[in-house]
Nanobody
């Protein structure tokens, strides 16, 4: 199974931006579904964005602010996060197929 490593998290002020990266240990196929999920403190893991061959689905809370992309040459998945809000504070996980990364912390201050 492919191994995933997220990076790019950190502390940012509200209104700022971050770009999360997810590096895969092997090739990412166009047939693979990829996604980003978040887990806020004390809450369950929820979908941020899911991207398949047929569709891209964003959570209502991030639509228009976050953008997912894939780089097949680099075997990476990205999440560009703009206009960040304190409610975006969470651990962010990427998924490719059935594989999960270990997560990267995003903290948005007021």
């Amino acid at each position: 199974q492919v191994q995933l490593v997220e990076s790019g998290g950190g502390l940012v002020q509200a209104g700022g931006a971050l770009r999360l990266s997810c590096a895969a240990s092997g090739p990412i196929s166009p047939a693979d579904s990829v996604g980003w999920l978040l887990q806020a403190p004390g809450k369950e893991r929820t979908l941020v964005v899911g991207l398949s061959r047929l569709d891209t689905i964003y959570a209502d809370s991030v639509r228009g602010r976050f953008t997912v992309s894939r780089d097949y040459a680099e075997n990476k998945v990205y999440l560009q996060m703009n206009d960040l809000k304190p409610d975006d504070t969470a651990i962010y996980y990427c998924t490719v197929g059935d594989a999960w990364g270990q997560g990267t912390q995003v903290t948005v201050s007021t």
